[in-house]
């Protein structure tokens, strides 16, 4: 859904085009804005892994305020001189923001056959698919290995017969690239969702065009899943991040673990990728899942609070081979990509 991006394809668009409009909370807001808000979640991703998320908030803020002096007043329905960077920032949390931006892109696929942005870039997705496929090999075969990158190379042959037995859902999947990826990995059980109709439309004619039949596309919100069963393999790329960012995160990151706890079968795995989040964060994020759910044990009389001790998951491994480079006396990399085994 967001983080890391190589610019789509420019199309051709005539200059007597009038920009388009969607309504955001409420407000008129112009492609213009809706740029500058992605541009946020990118300068965001140049520090997404590092501990100092001041000098990161901070940088995005002021990136977003230089863009916000090349616009004119009346490009804004507001008393304040400056937008609100923040509030920029929150727009890639609203599904009105989403809904706009496949809506463009899936008209671009259809007059220049465009598949769009490639969130994270390619290289990562890259990474992600085949660090993937050796984990839930590694599972298969009955290892646990720390280091996945270790892993032997297998036949083909044997890679289908350990992954063929890998249901895998994607939430959030935008155009479905990395369900495309995954399919070249391996594995045939693929579903994509996604709240935006049109982002699965795009996926479904992309898949269409390129061949992969096998994998299938539904509307559907995690928050609010529809979806009654459950996989083995669960990838977030991105909407974790796009969740965090709307004006009632906190809230929503709660509905988000709820929800996949539901999704992602006992003994299965939950691979999130993040530029907003570092592996620590996310870590620390699921250990802190138990003491909320012994609050809510708690306030709703629940007799069984030592069923609520323990997290619905825990880490089990993360990519560590993202480039790393030191930024406020700490070491990381730009995106984190962190694997959580169901309990």
Request: proline letters at 4%; hydrophobic letters at 35%; a negative charge.
């Amino acid at each position: 859904m967001a983080g890391f991006r190589l610019p789509p394809e420019e199309p051709e668009v005539s200059p007597q085009q009038p920009p388009q409009q969607v309504r955001v909370a409420g407000d008129l807001v112009s492609d213009d804005e809706r740029s500058v808000a992605a541009d946020s979640w990118s300068i965001k991703s140049e520090y997404g892994s590092t501990l100092d998320d001041d000098q990161r908030h901070a940088d995005a803020a002021e990136a977003l305020s230089s863009a916000a002096n090349f616009r004119a007043n009346s490009d804004y329905n507001s008393d304040k001189e400056e937008p609100d960077p923040e509030g920029m920032a929150s727009m890639l949390g609203l599904q009105s923001y989403w809904d706009s931006a496949y809506a463009d892109e899936l008209a671009n696929f259809r007059e220049h056959g465009h598949a769009g942005e490639v969130w994270f870039g390619a290289d990562v997705m890259d990474v992600v698919a085949s660090w993937t496929k050796s984990l839930c090999i590694s599972i298969s075969q009955g290892h646990m290995l720390n280091h996945v990158e270790d892993l032997k190379s297998e036949p083909v042959e044997e890679n289908d017969k350990y992954l063929s037995s890998w249901s895998v859902l994607d939430i959030g999947t935008g155009n479905g690239l990395l369900l495309q990826e995954l399919s070249k990995q391996g594995f045939s059980d693929l579903t994509g969702v996604d709240y935006s109709e049109d982002a699965i439309n795009l996926a479904q004619s992309l898949a269409n065009r390129d061949g992969f039949s096998c994998i299938k596309f539904l509307v559907d919100d995690v928050l609010d899943t529809k979806l009654e069963r459950q996989f083995q393999l669960v990838m977030d790329k991105g909407t974790l991040d796009a969740i965090g960012l709307h004006p009632d995160g906190p809230l929503k990151r709660i509905m988000y673990w709820d929800s996949v706890s539901k999704l992602v079968a006992p003994g299965g795995l939950l691979v999130i990728t993040s530029c907003n989040s570092t592996k620590d964060e996310l870590v620390h994020e699921v250990s802190n899942l138990s003491q909320r759910r012994i609050g809510v044990s708690q306030e709703h009389e629940i007799k069984d609070e030592e069923a609520c001790r323990e997290p619905p998951f825990r880490y089990l491994n993360h990519v560590r081979t993202y480039p790393t480079f030191m930024f406020g006396g700490s070491e990381g990399s730009r995106v984190a990509t962190v694997a959580f085994l169901r309990n």
